[in-house]
């Protein structure tokens, strides 16, 4: 079974960084795009940061300039480098990716999701 878990959450004041990190693990014969959302308290979940199979890039309007979406591919790993965080980066980030691996039927291409890490941001 395809899993993927998000580290590297926690507490930092403004200005700080933090480098997240996704771990695709289970049966996987390729990983295509891959992306980071989060969601904070009260506001719809949003698309952070996408990179491509063939590493192109795109992030969100306000995370330009201060994040930086990343993979390595023979590791399944995919990191998000957080510098000059703000108090409105708080909130529950999550993995996505587009996975061809093993189901439950044999095999299949679909997006997986991580169970979030939950990043703060305050003084």
């Known amino acids: 079974q395809v899993q993927l878990v998000e580290s590297g959450g926690g507490l930092v004041q403004p200005g700080g960084s933090l480098r997240l990190s996704c771990a695709a693990s289970?049966?996987?014969?390729?990983?295509?795009?891959v992306g980071w959302y989060r969601q904070a308290p009260g506001k719809e979940r949003e698309l952070v940061a996408v990179?491509?199979?063939?590493?192109?890039?795109n992030y969100a309007d306000s995370v330009k300039g201060r994040f930086t979406i990343s993979r390595d591919n023979a590791q399944k790993m995919v990191y998000l480098q957080m510098n000059s965080l703000k108090p409105e980066d708080t909130a529950v980030y999550y993995c996505?990716?587009?996975?061809?691996?093993?189901?439950?039927?044999?095999?299949?291409?679909?997006?997986?999701w991580g169970q979030g890490t939950q990043v703060t941001v305050s003084s």
């Open positions: 996505t990716a587009d996975i061809t691996g093993a189901t439950t039927t044999g095999w299949g291409r679909r997006d997986y």
């Open positions: 289970g049966t996987i014969f390729s990983i295509n795009a």
């Open positions: 990179i491509t199979t063939e590493g192109g890039t």
